[in-house]
């Protein structure tokens, strides 16, 4: 289903429908986090499951992510003549960046014996929910951000930053919760209830912050649980 979400993205993306990608990218991070819960859950671990994790992560959070950069960056260049002397119709291919260092990403994740509780790098859902929520914004502008989101040299900044933050070596801490006391969660406490209530003060537009806000929890507390 979470492969399946993200061919349907794909296919509204191309279809000039960011927003319907950006919904079904946002089902897909739910399914994708539902499979591994019950996996833990039913004890049911197999080498296929994991390829098939990875394969369909790849899909829904290496080409969604790179197909609506692309798109974003078309978009700002609309009334562009030039963009760093590059043509307009050709640059928007930079935000498929993101989409090859996702598979660099989700290939050193599967080899990478240091990841089984927590991340080395910006998880590739992390990355492609932040992606996906500047379609969201762009449609529910409520805060007059939108002149400032489709900037094509804050675009071009993202997607190298990601990019980067994709294969970093920076320990960030994964949402998986082994029991509910406050000593071996609290970090993740925190963000949730950080989380939370910037959602609902601040709706889509918060989601940038809250995934900035992620990294910066794991590098102030690398200690975690």
Request: hydrophobic fraction near 55%; charged fraction near 10%.
């Given at each position: 289903?979470?492969?399946?979400?993200?061919?349907?993205?794909?296919?509204?993306?191309?279809?000039?429908?960011?927003v319907?990608?950006?919904?079904?990218?946002?089902?897909?991070a739910?399914?994708?986090?539902?499979?591994?819960?019950?996996?833990?859950?039913?004890?049911?671990?197999?080498?296929?499951?994991?390829?098939?994790?990875s394969?369909?992560?790849?899909?829904?959070?290496?080409?969604?992510?790179?197909?609506?950069?692309?798109?974003?960056?078309?978009?700002?260049?609309?009334?562009?003549?030039?963009?760093?002397?590059?043509?307009?119709?050709?640059?928007?291919?930079?935000?498929?960046?993101?989409?090859?260092?996702?598979?660099?990403?989700?290939?050193?994740?599967?080899?990478?014996?240091?990841?089984?509780?927590?991340?080395?790098?910006?998880?590739?859902?992390?990355?492609?929910?932040?992606?996906?929520?500047?379609?969201?914004?762009?449609?529910?502008?409520?805060?007059?951000?939108?002149?400032?989101?489709?900037?094509?040299?804050?675009?071009?900044?993202?997607?190298?930053?990601?990019?980067?933050?994709?294969?970093?070596?920076?320990?960030?801490?994964?949402?998986k919760?082994?029991?509910?006391?406050?000593?071996?969660?609290?970090i993740r406490?925190?963000?949730?209830?950080?989380?939370?209530?910037?959602?609902?003060?601040?709706?889509?537009?918060?989601?940038?912050?809250?995934?900035?806000?992620?990294?910066?929890?794991?590098?102030?507390?690398?200690?975690?649980?």
């Amino acid at each position: 289903m979470n492969l399946f979400c993200g061919c349907l993205a794909i296919f509204s993306a191309f279809h000039g429908n960011l927003v319907n990608a950006a919904y079904l990218i946002g089902m897909a991070a739910v399914l994708d986090f539902m499979d591994g819960m019950l996996a833990r859950l039913l004890r049911a671990y197999s080498e296929i499951g994991k390829q098939l994790d990875s394969l369909a992560d790849m899909v829904s959070f290496g080409v969604v992510p790179g197909v609506l950069m692309f798109h974003l960056l078309e978009k700002s260049l609309a009334h562009e003549s030039s963009f760093l002397g590059l043509d307009p119709t050709i640059f928007p291919f930079f935000g498929f960046l993101i989409t090859i260092f996702s598979a660099l990403r989700l290939a050193k994740f599967n080899i990478d014996t240091r990841q089984t509780t927590s991340f080395i790098g910006m998880p590739t859902p992390a990355c492609t929910i932040f992606v996906s929520s500047l379609p969201l914004i762009l449609a529910n502008d409520g805060f007059g951000v939108s002149e400032i989101i489709l900037n094509p040299y804050l675009l071009a900044g993202l997607t190298v930053l990601l990019s980067y933050l994709l294969i970093a070596e920076i320990p960030l801490f994964a949402l998986k919760f082994k029991n509910l006391t406050w000593k071996d969660n609290s970090i993740r406490f925190i963000f949730v209830i950080i989380a939370a209530v910037l959602s609902f003060f601040f709706g889509y537009v918060s989601i940038p912050f809250i995934i900035a806000l992620y990294i910066l929890l794991s590098i102030l507390k690398p200690s975690y649980s």
